[in-house]
């Protein structure tokens, strides 16, 4: 953890990008969400932690209009948007999404990949070219540029997925698990990376990971959520201090070092 502090921005401007107001959601009659009200600030990377099946991809497909939630508002850049669906949102309020699994074509190669979802996006020829071109200089894709995204490796693919991510020049960024199933030095390599969207492009991230240790070590501030809520909420040294996280989440013999 400590390698990936001298990356971190110490500060954010305390300007809501992105709420989440009071939602509410039930499948069947199981409760998802109770009320949960949580907030994304201009360049700020939030971290959501919880067990298994607490909601957290469910807050991301609330985000990008994938479902509905039954009660409370969503608000970016201070407009409800519970009535955009998901294409006129994300490409209106430029939100761009990892998802766990998938998120390209496989039997594309990485340019294909790249190219297909920049000719939905981009109009302009030279500026689409530019864009691609320097997509794959920035995330080091270039020596396998024309091989077939199914032969890739985890963090091969994840490096693709976030470049299609940011075709359409996104000002929030979702991730989900982005260090799933990845080793040690793929996952410091993917570090680097969300804390360099955050530092060069000015973009705020929420990312969501079981591995609590590897997301702490990229946040300004995480979320625990429990029962539906947010539990408690601060930045990565505090929170492994507050009563409420250790019982709900981390337990008593949690450290980050």
Do not use: W
Request: hydrophobic residues 45%.
């Amino acid at each position: 953890m400590s390698n990936i502090k001298k990356f971190r921005i110490k500060s954010f401007k305390n300007k809501s990008i992105l709420k989440l107001d009071k939602i509410s959601l039930k499948y069947g009659r199981n409760n998802i969400l109770d009320g949960l009200s949580l907030s994304l600030n201009q360049g700020q990377i939030l971290g959501l932690l919880g067990p298994n099946g607490v909601g957290k991809t469910t807050i991301f497909n609330l985000i990008t209009g994938l479902i509905k939630a039954d009660f409370g508002s969503i608000i970016i850049n201070s407009e409800i948007v519970n009535k955009y669906p998901i294409f006129q949102r994300t490409l209106k309020f430029k939100i761009g999404f990892v998802p766990q699994h998938g998120g390209f074509f496989h039997d594309l190669t990485v340019y294909e990949n790249l190219k297909a979802i920049a000719e939905i996006t981009i109009k302009n020829l030279s500026y689409r070219n530019e864009k691609i071109d320097s997509l794959i200089s920035k995330f080091e894709l270039d020596p396998i540029r024309d091989i077939k995204a199914e032969l890739l490796s985890g963090g091969q693919k994840k490096k693709l997925v976030i470049a299609i991510a940011l075709i359409t020049d996104p000002k929030i960024l979702l991730l989900d698990e982005p260090f799933a199933a990845l080793d040690v030095m793929t996952i410091k390599t993917l570090q680097e990376i969300i804390v360099n969207l955050q530092t060069m492009n000015n973009i705020s991230v929420i990312l969501c990971d079981h591995q609590a240790r590897d997301l702490l070590a990229c946040v300004d501030t995480a979320a625990i959520i429990h029962n539906g809520k947010v539990v408690a909420q601060g930045t990565p040294s505090n929170l492994i201090q507050n009563i409420d996280a250790r019982n709900a989440y981390f337990g008593d013999s949690f450290k980050i070092s």
